[in-house]
Structure formats: structure tokens, C-alpha cells
């Protein structure tokens, strides 16, 4: 299982419209093969900090998400609207 | 229910002696009251990457492990063994 957090810093009035594009990432992927779990979790401490928590059954299927037209096409808008720093890690457990 | 991810770049070197100090927070914060979950993940591209996902009942827990013996001792020491740019963020799930 692979595990991705992303963590997007959204631009400031952008919030709103950020939350929409990922409603629609949410449901697209919660549909896809091999996808264990996709949730959205906003920091407690800035409400501009919302980040990905996602379970994949493998790097296939990752791949497979990211060729997907929901991704190639959500995906940029989200990128315009978010500010440097944003990251994204692809993690195994290790404990 | 709160999620706290917790990411460490581990410097050159001091993986092994850092990852020795995450078998002990594991271990003494799985047994704390309002601890729901506590793993640590490895990043697939960079083996130096190191993230605690933790999943807690409140606030009010999270304040006690943070003022625990096991923390209050082994996080200073997991400080020494980490790059500039680790960073740690409490979030609500939004979806």
C-alpha cells in the first residue's frame, strides 16, 4: 500500500473556489480501482493549508490516477491557485 | 478527531539512530488515552523522509502527549538528528 499526503498552501481569497476543485477530485477518485481511501483534512491552525491524505493499493494504480482525465484535468487548475511550498510525498509504513 | 502529520528530513548518516527513537514514541503513544492511531511512513524517493500520521481524540489529548515523559525526552533528541524544513501540522478531516 502506498500512502500520499499533499499539502497544498491555497492563495489567499482563493479558498472557495480550491474547496470545489477538490470536491470533485474526492468523488472522481474515491470511484477509481485501488483506491483505499481519499480524504481532505484543512489545518486547525490556517484555514489555507488543506492537504490530501490518500491510500493506494500500489504504484499502479497511482499511475494509473495520475494519467486519469479527472487528475489531468483538475489538477492544473488546482496548481493556479495554490502558493509555493505546496508538496506532495508518496509514503510505505514502516511501523 | 484530530490528524497531526508530523514530517522529518533525517540527516545524512542518522537514520538509523533516529529510527530507533521512533520504535519508542511509537510504542509509549499507542498507549496513551485518546491515541486512535500513530504509524510512521517512509517517502519511496527519499529513504530520509520520515512521517508520523497520528490520529487523536481531541485537543485536550494531544496537550498531554505533548507534555509526556516520552515526548518532553525523545523529541528533543529526534530535533538533533533532523534537517531545517521538518514540519508539523495538526488538521480536521473536511470530507
Redesign the interface.
Known sequence: M??I?A?SIVKEGKLEEFKVL??EM?EESRKEEGCLSY???????NDH???F?EEWKD?EVIDLHNASEHFTRIVPQMKSLREPGSEV???????
Chains 1, 2 share one sequence.
Open positions: 502506498i500512502t499526503v499539502k477538490t470536491k474526492i480524504n481532505l483534512y484543512q489545518d486547525v491552525h493549508i488543506l492537504t491524505i504504484m510525498n508518496l509514503y510505505q509504513s514502516i511501523s
